[in-house]
Structure formats: C-alpha cells, structure tokens
C-alpha cells in the first residue's frame, strides 16, 4: 500500500487524475493504512493469531482486557483478537465479492448507457429507475429464504442489487465525457469504440467510480455484518464480527466489553472506507465552505458636515482573505441628483454600491472611512437600518434578484407591510399601485420569477426597491442583462421615477452611452481608486486622467471616421496585486518615477473637477484623445 | 409534473409485479420444494406428490404465478405452509409497528437534521464541525451495534427505559412513546447527519443567491430572509431526502426491530427468513415495495408543491 501511494507521489498530479493525489492527503492515508492493517490482520490470521479462534478455555470466560488475552474472552474462553482477526477473513472477502460484482455491472452498463445513447441508454434509465426502489435488505431476506447457506450467492445479489445507483454515476460521468470534442473527434476520425472508452473515457471516470466503490464497500461490511447478526451468516463455530456482536448482546448485562472490540474494529472500517470516498471527492469535485465568520465594519467619525444627502469619506474595503478592493475613497450624492459611478469590471464598483448598503460577501468589511447619510453621521449605527427605507438597490441581474419559489405579488407584498403595515386589502393594493406604476399589468402579481421577461423582472426589482419610498436608489448595472430597447424603457422609466420622486439615483454602470444619456456628474473608478470625478460634460471634453482619456478614446461613438481605435495597453491589476502610489503608473504613457513612489493625492484643478493624477496639466482635453 | 407522475405510476406497477415474480422464479429455483419442507425427513413418494398437487406445485411457475396475483389483487396473499396463518392478516397485525418506528425515525430525523442544517449554514464554524463528526459517526456506526450500546446504557446501567417490547398506542400512549424512544434513536442517527449536511448545503446556496442579496438590501429581517425565504428555497432538494431516509429506513427497521425484539414487519421478515416461509416473505417484500412506491409518489407531490418550475409541465 505504501509503495502505491509512492509512486502517487513520484508521478506527481496530473490534470484529470486528482483523486490519486487525494489519495495522498492523511485523510486518505491513514484510512488506507487501518485497511491495510485489517488485511493483513485477516490474510496472516493462521500464522499470527495468538490462539485458536474455537479454542475455549472454560477457566477464563468472560476476561475483560489481559496480557494473556489482549481483548479479553467470549462466554466460551475463546480469544476475542483471534476470533476477530478470523472474523475479518470472511466480513472482507465478502466485500470484495460485493464491489467486484457491483463494479462489474454497474460499470458496463454505465459506460454502455452513457456512450451508446439512443435507446439502450433509454431502457438502461428506465431499468435502473426500477431497480433503485425495490427495498434491497428484504429482496435479500427472500435470496436468502432461498439459497441462504450459499454465502456467495447471496453477496453476488447484494452487488446486482446495488450496482444501479454506481451505473447511474457512471452513465453521468460517461456522458459528460461523450460531448468532449477531443472524444467526439476520435469518434469521427474513426477510432474503435473500445479503445476510445480504455484511453478517453476509463481514466475520466476513475475518480467518481472510487468515491461510489469506497461506499458501497463499507456499505457491504455493514450489511455483511447486520447479515450474521441476525443469524444468516456462516453458522457457528466459525466466528464473523456480525456473530461476535450477536453474542456480546446475549451476555451484554454481564460482560458489556464484548461488544467494543468488534463494533469498533467494524465502526472503523466503515469509518475508513468512507473517509477515502470523501477524500476522493473533496479533490475531484467542488465542496460548498462553511460561511466565514462575520467581520465588523469600522467607521470613524466624519469631522466635517456636509450638505449632500450621502457622504463617503475615505472608504476603505477589505474582503475575505485581508484583499483590500477599495482605497481611499471619497464620494458624495446630492439630494435627487442622479450621479454615475463607472468604471470596468473588476475595479471595485459593485463592491462599493454593496458596502454603502453593509451587504459585502462573507468575510469582507469596510475598514476605515467615515459615513454620512442625510446629515446623520452612522460611524455608531452602521447603514443597516437604512436598507430598504432609505436606500435600495437594484441589481444586475434581475430574475436571479427575484426569490423563485414566492409568486410576484407575495415578494412585493411582504415589502409593502414591513413598510407600510395595514389590512390584507390595502397592501394588495399598494402592491398593485406600485406594479402600474413600474408599467406592469396587474396579473403579473400572479406569476412566479421564471415566467418573466429580464426587462419585467428588472420593472419589479423596481418596484420592490420603491415599496419603501427610499430617498436613494442605488441601481448597479441595472440594464447590462437588457436588449437595446428594454435598456432605453427600463432607463426612461427610472428617469420618470426620479422625476416624479425626487430620488437620487448612484447608477453604477461600466457603459459610458448610459452615464452620457442618464447622468449629470460622474466618479470614474480604476483599480480600486476613484481616478477622477467631475460633471460629465467636462470628463468628456477635458478628461484630467490618462485613464479617462484612454477609455473614451476607446469608445466607438466618439471616433472620428477613418482613425483607429486606440485601447489602453495592458490589463486592470487584480486586488493585491497593486503597484505602489498611482494603480494606473505602469499602463500610463505620461508616468514618471514620482508617479509610484508615493500614494498620489486627489486635486481639484477646476471647481467640482477632481481628479488623482499628478500630470493632469499635460492632458491637453478630449482633442487629443480622438487625434 | 402530471406526465411525471403518470411515468411514476406506470413503473411503479411495473416495479411491484417485478418483485413478487422474482420471488416466485427464485422459490421454484431453489433446491428442495416447500412440500418437501413441510413433510420432514420421512415421506413416501405419494404423499409427497399428493402434497404438491394440493399446493399447486405441480403447476408451471407461471401458472402459480397468476394464481398467486389474482388472490393478491383480492388481499389474499395465501396464507403461511409453516405457521398456517394468513400472510395478509400477520401482515396486518404487525404493519401498525413498523410504521410507528419509520414514522417517527422520519420525523425525528428530518425535524433534527433540518434544524442543525440551518444553524450550521447561518453560523457555521464550531456547529458546523459537530455536524460533520456526527455525520462520520451515524454513516460508521453499525445500527445494531449503536442499538446495544443504547440499551446498556439506557436500560442496563441506568434503567432508564424498557430495553425491549412494543406498547400498542391504543393500549397506553405513554408507554407506547417510551417503548419508541430507544428504537426510534437508533433509527434517526445516521440520517440526521446526512440532512444536517444536505440543509446546510442547500442552505448555503440559497443564502449566497442574489435575490437574498436583494431581499437583505431590501430590508427585510434576516429572520426572515433565512426562515422564509432561504429555508422554502432549501427544501426543494431536502425533501427529496425524506423519501429517501423513509426507505432506507426499511432497512433499518430489520436490525432494530430484532435487537429491541419489537413485532414488526421486519421481525417478521426474519423469523420467516430462518424458517424459510418464502410465501410470507414474499408478501413482506410486496407489501414494503408498495409503501416504496406510496412514498415515492408522496414526495413527488410535495416536490411539484414547493417548486413553481416543476409545477408548470
């Protein structure tokens, strides 16, 4: 066992083969090691049992643990380490007639299933539907009535018995590997069935078959065990470890020690087989985390007061695994200003539209800054009692924001009372108020999320959002998942909202069109900075960033016909891997060593126009960007 | 979903005229016959032939076959050559038992299971460690044997409860809950842990989807973010586990039932294991593949209930 797992390790990992390197993890060791040991304990019982496994000594039964008798004496005298090294030769050899049976038929028919298709896959889903229902111990109990004292028989019938459900990994896994092209091009270029299944689709299916068989062979033991409990193994003398627990149970008021040696030996192999398949498992397929622990957000105090109606200053966040995505960032949103926060994926956007509502993924927090809303300072409070009444949000993907088991009018109406209370009738009709006023017919409070269009879906998200009359609306990418025309009514219809309400809206989009059409002022973010800020009109004309100037040279509407597109060279850093002092230093043509030697402050060259980069004055406006 | 359950029904019906010719085809294979089983050693040819004339064995299997399913489908599953009692009436007699036990284990199992699942998912950490040592110990731990330690520990050492027997409700509902107790834990151990893990799995999807996101930015409180929300959208894949865990249960029943000496179907199916009464096993196994089927179809139901998309086809 140990020189296999040697060579394991000499061969190293391969992709495909991960579950050999699992099997290298103490977690696959050290089951693989109790198993070696309880083989070897079975195969060697002639030469290294200490006593006889029938030989009674009616001097001594019922010894509990000695040094004559290491695991003590049955209600015989009989050795309980002998009995039980003997025991093990029948309980293993068991099992393995189990597995070889089910790997035999569970296999073939899977691969076969899986790689013929048509309708023997067909006939081969339907038997196996059949086959997983029939009650397998009582099917067992009639083989037995019938042919009990064939120990073999009975075990080859508990494999046919079982295989269905490793045949139903196997066709999955065969048929996930079928609809590979490198398969469906040996297929085409004609190469035999039999050696495309031994090179393509055998080494595939190894990983999830060793899961199932290291199951279903502790699963065998198990029913091997319950089997002679019960009377229906090989009969006396001869002992097997189910027998051993059947009379532990007969003398369990006098002697209670009998019944550890053979539970735990058993217990452990069950154990061991089941660690290996988890083993194997966890290093071929994907495991769900357990939820990391929550992290609290540390706001300080904001000095200054400030008009707007919200205020970040400073913000910094952290997400799980101490990444900071965020630096530094300041922003500030008048009342019913409608306000672009743009910039490409990846550089922070979201993450930030989410930490104004505390709603950062598991393990990420807001480490430094200061947080105002309407006035009120919320280093003390947090901004979760905003959510909903004050601020709301609508995401990117609309259906997916919507819960799928609770019908629209429900989802709606849950919101309407927790803001507005009232009788059944009059949430009904605020939640029917609120769905016309988002343009939506009525009947679709009846419908469920998967029967919705994105464009009506993102009209409820809305409506939702409006349910508790907040005075900002955040709205992250809300029309990126739209066709052009359902963009153009859902951001007309947020305009009418807006107009009609008075309410801000941050619209956090990487789509300058949107932030020309629908925005006054705009924040442009890099790389978790935000670069530049100022009116929209003026980013446009006189960028005071490269970065700016470089995205709308990129922009298809602005070129000139005839010039080439021009894109920035290099791609965004990912968190972590920042340079020092300005992010955008080494993808920047204007860069000079000052530019990474410290953190670059933020200046205002021009009243309301702010940008973070120590060059701003060679930037000659948007002329050059387009020459 | 109709066309699913249609599709059900047709290989249910399938799967039952399945079993019970199995078990005729493997009774006429085996060495011996019954006439010869109930006669004994000494017999003469003539009595012999005689008998098996009077229990159809002269018959082509087939023919038994038929004649053993028109009696069925009239609740005569024949009656037992070594006990000469009816199958359907023992059956009857000790249905009541075994249902008790799988009911409860269920509902013991899926109510506990359930519960550690959404703990485990929404705090995590140290309880979801426990849920996992204790999914290691209910799959290693062989039932009967963790049956036995329960009854030295229970019923032995402390006294606490009776170690063996079965209380009709009827007779004394408060003896009939204490009989259960030891039988019922034993039977709930190994599935708790595996809908512990299968909750906290599918409440962890749910939790990580947008629309929680969308709920929590809403403002809605956690409480119910997780118990109303989440938990409905994690009890489409659970309650599948509840027919699982009741089959399997099936088979649990048989070790527990021998060991807490409870008079059960699965006693029943032992006793004529040993005794080998192929005519009573057989409607045993007949009988446990419809409650298969009726339980299966129940968890189709409740499935097409919970889950708008499958409700639509």
Redesign the interface.
């Known amino acids: 066992m140990t020189a296999r797992i040697e060579e394991f390790v000499a061969r190293g990992v391969r992709p495909g083969r991960r579950w050999r390197a699992a099997l290298r993890r103490p977690l696959a060791v050290l089951p693989l090691a109790y198993l070696a040991l309880l083989v070897a304990g079975s195969v060697l019982a002639p030469l290294l049992a200490p006593y006889s496994p029938v030989a009674a000594d009616l001097d001594h039964v019922l010894a509990g643990p000695s040094l004559s008798h290491v695991l003590g004496t049955d209600a015989l005298g009989r050795d309980v380490l002998a009995r039980l090294m003997y025991g093990g030769r029948v309980s293993l050899l068991h099992a393995a007639i189990v597995v070889v049976t089910v790997v035999v038929a569970g296999v073939a028919s899977g691969i076969a299933a899986g790689y013929l298709d048509g309708w023997f896959d067909r006939a081969f889903t ?1 038997v196996v ?2 086959l997983l ?7 067992l ?8 004292e064939h120990q073999t028989v009975v075990m080859v019938a508990l494999g046919v018995l079982v295989s269905p459900g490793l045949a139903r990994v196997v066709r999955g896994a065969t048929l996930a590997v079928r609809k590979e092209l490198y398969v469906a091009a040996a297929r085409v270029c004609g190469l035999p069935h039999h050696r495309i299944v031994a090179a393509h689709v055998l080494p595939r299916i190894a990983g999830p078959v060793i899961v199932q068989v290291s199951l279903l062979a ?1 699963g065998a033991l ?1 029913i091997d ?2 089997l002679s ?4 193994g090989a009969q006396p003398p001869d002992p097997t470890w189910g027998d051993m ?1 059947a009379q ?2 007969s003398v ?2 006098r002697q ?1 020690w009998l ?1 550890v040696p ?2 735990v030996v ?3 192999a ?2 061991a087989f ?2 290996l398949g988890d083993a194997v498992r966890d290093a071929t397929a994907g495991h ?1 985390p ?4 929550a992290r609290t957000s540390t706001l300080t105090p904001c000095a200054e007061p400030s008009a707007a109606l919200l205020s970040l200053r400073g913000l910094e966040v952290t997400l799980a695994g101490g990444r900071v995505v965020v630096e530094d960032l300041c922003l500030e949103i008048g009342h019913g200003e409608t306000v672009a926060l743009a910039g490409e994926s990846g550089c922070g956007k979201s993450i930030t539209g ?1 930490a104004i ?1 505390d ?1 950062l993924p598991a393990g990420g927090a807001v480490t430094a800054g200061s947080f105002r809303f309407d006035g009120e300072d919320l280093a003390a409070t947090g901004p979760r009692a ?4 004050r601020i ?2 609508i ?1 990117q ?1 609309p259906v ?8 629209i009018g429900r989802q709606v109406g ?2 309407v009372r ?1 803001r507005h209370g009232g009788s059944r009738t009059s949430v009904r009709q605020r939640t029917l108020q609120l769905l016309r006023d988002v343009n939506l017919p009525e009947e679709v409070a009846r419908r ?1 999320p ?2 919705l269009s994105g464009g009506m879906a993102q009209r409820v ?1 809305i409506a ?2 409006l ?2 009359e907040p005075s900002l609306l955040i709205a992250d990418e809300p029309t990126t998942a739209l066709d052009a025309a359902v963009q153009a009514e859902v951001l007309a219809l947020l305009g009418r909202l807006q107009a009609e309400r008075g309410m801000a809206i941050l619209l956090i989009t990487h789509d300058w069109a949107v932030v020309t059409s629908f925005c006054r002022r705009a924040y442009v973010m890099y790389a978790g900075h935000i670069v530049e800020s100022g009116p929209v009109e003026e980013l446009l004309t006189r960028p005071r960033h490269p970065y700016t100037e470089g995205l709308l040279g990129a922009m298809p509407s602005r070129a000139r016909p005839g010039t080439r597109l021009t894109a920035i060279p290099g791609s965004v850093p990912e968190p972590g891997q920042w340079p020092s002092g300005c992010h955008f230093a080494p993808r920047c043509t204007l860069a000079t060593p000052e530019c990474s030697a410290a953190p670059v402050p933020v200046s205002e060259p021009d009243a309301g126009h702010r940008t973070r980069c120590l060059h701003h004055d060679e930037l000659a406006g948007g002329e050059r960007a387009s020459a | 979903m109709l066309r699913l359950i249609a599709h059900r029904l047709v290989v249910s019906v399938v799967l039952v005229f399945l079993v019970s010719l199995l078990a005729f085809l493997l009774q006429a294979a085996a060495p011996g016959d019954l006439a010869r089983t109930i006669l004994g050693q000494n017999f003469s040819t003539e009595a012999h032939e005689q008998l098996r004339h009077q229990l159809g064995l002269d018959q082509p299997v087939l023919t038994q076959y038929g004649q053993w399913l028109r009696d069925a489908l009239h609740g005569d599953l024949g009656s037992s050559p070594i006990s000469g009692l009816s199958v359907a009436g023992e059956i009857g007699n000790r249905l009541p038992v075994t249902l008790s036990l799988i009911g409860c284990a269920t509902a013991v199992t899926a109510f506990v299971g359930v519960a550690l699942g959404v703990v485990s998912a929404v705090h995590g950490g140290r309880i979801g460690r426990v849920v996992d040592v204790l999914s290691l110990i209910g799959y290693a731990l062989p039932s009967f044997w963790f049956a036995l330690t329960m009854v030295t520990l229970f019923a032995v050492t402390v006294q606490l409860l009776p170690a063996t027997g079965y209380v009709a409700l009827g007779a004394s509902p408060a003896g009939w809950a204490r009989s259960l107790v030891l039988p019922v834990a034993t039977l709930a151990l190994p599935g708790i842990a595996v809908f512990a893990k299968q909750t906290r799995d599918a409440m962890l999807d749910a939790l990580s989807r947008d629309y929680v996101t969308a709920l929590r930015a809403h403002g809605v409180p956690e409480r119910s973010v997780i118990l109303r929300h989440a938990l409905r959208n994690a009890a489409i894949p659970v309650v599948t586990l509840v027919g699982l865990t009741f089959i399997g249960l099936l088979s649990g029943t048989v070790f527990v039932e021998s060991v807490f000496a409870m008079p059960g179907l699965g006693g029943l199916a032992v006793q004529a294991t040993s005794s080998h009464d192929i005519k009573m096993i057989q409607g045993v196994v007949v009988v446990f593949t419809v409650i298969v089927v009726v339980v299966n179809l129940v968890v189709d139901l409740a499935y097409g209930g919970l889950n708008p998309k499958a409700r639509v086809r």
């Not at chain 1, 905003?386 to 009444?389: A, F």
Request: hydrophobic share 60%.
């Open positions: 339907w539907d059949v229902a029939i009650p397998v111990l009582m099917t109990l009639v083989v037995l009535a019938v042919v009990g502790g198990l065990a319950g409990y019960l009377g229906f627990i532990a149970a369990i008021d209670p019944l053979p539970g058993l217990g452990l069950i154990l089941g660690l769900s357990l939820p990391q622990p989410r509502l709603l905003l959510r909903g009444s709301a949000l995401s993907d997916a924001a919507l819960d799928p088991v609770f019908p849950e919101l927790l469920y998967h029967e998200a939702m959002a349910a508790g």
